[in-house]
């Protein structure tokens, strides 16, 4: 059975840097499409960037663009979310999620939480003004 580690999260200063990372176990993530999610308090969680199965495609959603990298270490079997410039309003827990379809599920939206199998525990990102 699949599981999904998150850690990194902490408490940081507007405009600095955290990087995430989600490890997984019990199959390799070179066939997986991973992304990361986040929820803030009395919000939906929502879509932050995506990483295809094949590692060569790359999602974002907006708010994050030009911030945030999605990466993926197939050895390590890790996949980490770099996050720089960070604002008050990326406040949030995040989610690693993995989604086991590989290139069956392409086209699928990245967004849509009902395609990932497999997700963690979440990990708590604080960013304070």
């Known amino acids: 059975q699949g599981q999904l580690v998150e850690s990194g999260g902490g408490l940081v200063q507007a405009g600095g840097s955290l990087r995430l990372f989600c490890a997984a176990s019990?199959?390799?993530?070179?066939?997986?499409?991973m992304a990361w999610f986040r929820q803030a308090p009395g919000k939906e969680r929502e879509f932050v960037a995506g990483?295809?199965?094949?590692?060569?495609?790359?999602y974002y959603a907006d708010s994050v663009k030009g911030r945030f990298t999605i990466s993926r270490d197939v050895a390590k079997n890790t996949v980490y979310l770099q996050m720089n410039s960070l604002k008050p309003e990326d406040t949030a827990v995040y989610y690693c999620?993995?989604?086991?379809?590989?290139?069956?599920?392409?086209?699928?939206?990245?967004?849509?939480?009902?395609?990932?199998?497999?997700w963690g525990q979440g990990t708590q990102v604080t960013v304070s003004s």
């Open positions: 999620a993995a989604d086991t379809g590989g290139p069956t599920n392409v086209g699928r939206d990245y967004r849509d939480r009902g395609r990932y199998e497999y």
């Open positions: 019990g199959g390799t993530i070179s066939r997986l499409t």
């Open positions: 990483l295809s199965w094949s590692g060569a495609r790359f």
